[in-house]
């Protein structure tokens, strides 16, 4: 399926975006959004941004002056539809939702008469067999489905894995739940997450999830979490990876009234940029690093970091699993990601892991994340921090920090890309010259 966004007044008038695949769309006076207005003063610098995951789309206003029209109704934030109609200013955008052409070849009969719009189907829970109407690129497309009751079930009490024996809950989140468990075959501690499908998903693109796992599996290093299997169940998405004996590093934080020693930041920090440089050497970008990612076993000097997740938020988001991100409980990671992963989804380089890194050293020190943000900041005001306003510098939280350190990690935080480390290796680099 596809969401295309036709530009049917202003200056862009006969313009098409068309999106195939989750991605975001800015839109404003910032000369890098996607729908760049300069000239429109009743846009904001940015004004408003799209999240597209075929067949959805969903529209978040960012506390523009001037406000953001959908069917002619200001709104903050709204779910987009098939002939919706959005305004901002002299610009309107319809937006089209569109279905799949059949894969076999049809006729030019058939792709004439063949309907526009994604087919409406009749899917069934796997868990309790509720049935509930879900959209489709095909009339006969075969789905997975959980209910929100069964999901939220399966949140606070996960049902058992073939072949393993669930010992105790680790965590929760919004995509599911960690377990430990024994690995019946072999006796071995493992560590299992569930991952919760947010709406019907097609089982191609189930297909298509297990095949970027499975790629991203093959990722060997000391300090990455080792993957051991994968598979679903009863409409469930498992993974299966080594157990670490210890805490992520938020949890080592919050054990500590909020933060931890520059010292043990940095051991963590190092260790953490020895795997990305690894990673990014063969290719790979995480897109997710945040301090609740990084598992942490042992004491300082004798610490142990190893990174989690590798490339499952992309994985997760891209093959429809997570719905919508900005609107689910998957946004706090927003805070953690750079303007460029934000106003453009697919288009992120090792530059954007640097940031994530930056965030995380930061919040482990101060115990606070680098944005400037009013009291009792929303959403629009989270994301128009990230884009407009720079970092607060470390030791103005912190003024105890070694100068050195703090420096360092306030270059991977800078906006403009070119303007970070360039690499993990380099900014793991200069973190040894300071603390050795």
Known sequence: MQVTLRVQAGPYCGHTFTFDQHDTFLIGRNPEAQLCLPEDRFFSRNHCLLEISPPRCYLRDLNSTNGTYVNNQRVNEAYLKNGDLIQGGETVLLVEVTADTPEDEPTLDQKQLAPTEPAIVLVECLSCGRRAEAEASVPNERMSFLCDECREE???????????????????????????????????????????PEVAVAEKAMQRFMREIDVAASLRHPHIVQFLDRGTHNGVVYLVTEFIEGNDAAKLADARGGRISHQETATIIMQTLDALAYAHAAGYIHRDIKDQNILVQGTWPNMMAKLTDFGLAKSFTQSGMSGMTMAGEMA????????????????????????????????????ELALDLPAKANMGDTIRAIFDRPAVPLRQ????????????????????????????????????????
């Open 154 to 196: 399966q949140k606070r009490r996960p049902q058992p894995i073939p072949g393993y024996t669930a010992v105790k809950i680790l965590g929760r989140g919004g995509m599911g739940c960690v377990m430990l468990a024994r690995q019946e075959s072999t006796g071995r501690q493992v560590a299992i997450k569930t991952l919760l």
């Open 332 to 367: 706090g990671t927003l805070a953690y990601m750079p303007p460029e992963q934000i106003k453009n989804f697919r288009d992120v380089r090792p530059t954007s892991d640097i940031y994530g890194v930056g965030m995380t050293a930061y919040s482990l020190l101060t115990g």
């Open 397 to 436: 939280r912190v003024p105890e920090v070694p100068e050195m350190l703090a420096q360092i990690i306030d270059r991977a935080l800078v906006k403009d890309p070119a303007q970070r480390w360039q690499s993990a290796a380099a900014m793991r680099k200069a973190m040894h010259h300071v603390v050795g």
